[in-house]
């Protein structure tokens, strides 16, 4: 998986846990959890739906590597099949 492809995956998988997000405004090392203000069970399902849609397990010690759209991208591309 490429970058952009992760970066892809990460934004359509934010987009459906928040409909109205507007990545326009977020910015590559904003950490999103704080901006989007999602829950400790909306990034739960965030990490569940990006392990679902990789193929690869996300154990909760790599959650520190999810805080950004350019971390988590950065992650899933070295991480990913």
Do not use: N
């Amino acid at each position: 998986m490429t970058r952009d492809e992760a970066l892809a995956l990460v934004k359509e998988s934010i987009a459906r846990i928040v409909p109205d997000v507007e990545f326009d405004t977020l910015a590559m090392d904003d950490k999103f959890r704080d901006v989007l203000e999602l829950d400790s069970l909306d990034f739960l399902r965030l990490v569940e739906m990006l392990s679902e849609r990789t193929g690869y397990r996300i154990e909760e010690d790599d959650y520190p590597a999810l805080t950004t759209l350019a971390d988590a991208a950065d992650f899933l591309a070295a991480h990913a099949p």
